[in-house]
């Protein structure tokens, strides 16, 4: 599998450059995301730029990746324009898929999700302290 990766601390960036996610690609991108699970990345973002199409082999790499991600609490995100490619994806059944046309995008729906995590783990902590929120008094 032909790409580049770039860590940083809430993400690791797969820049893809294949044409086609098929035959022992979808393996590689499997193993590759794996070994990002085991070095703490929760979020990946898989930019697609360059691929044109994708056999179900790749779908089902997508989707695994994409529920391991959303086990760890964190987001996988795919990056493309191609029309045609998104449709694939949504009509595969990937409706639970986060797919933007930029990185930049991308990076943003990371950070959103972080926050949002953040701010869940925080209403969690005040529930189990047995704060008021959300309780009337009688």
Known sequence: MNYTIEKNEQYALIRLNETALEGELPTTFETLSRSLFREGYSNIILDMASLKSIDMAGITAIRKINRQCTNEVGLLVLVTKDDDLIELLDSAGGSDLTIL?????????????????????????EYDAG????????
């Open 101 to 125: 046309p930029t990185v930049e995008e991308a990076i943003d729906a990371v950070f959103m999700n972080e926050l949002e995590n953040d701010f869940r783990s925080e209403d969690d902590d």
């Open 131 to 138: 704060g008021s929120v959300g309780r009337e008094e009688a």
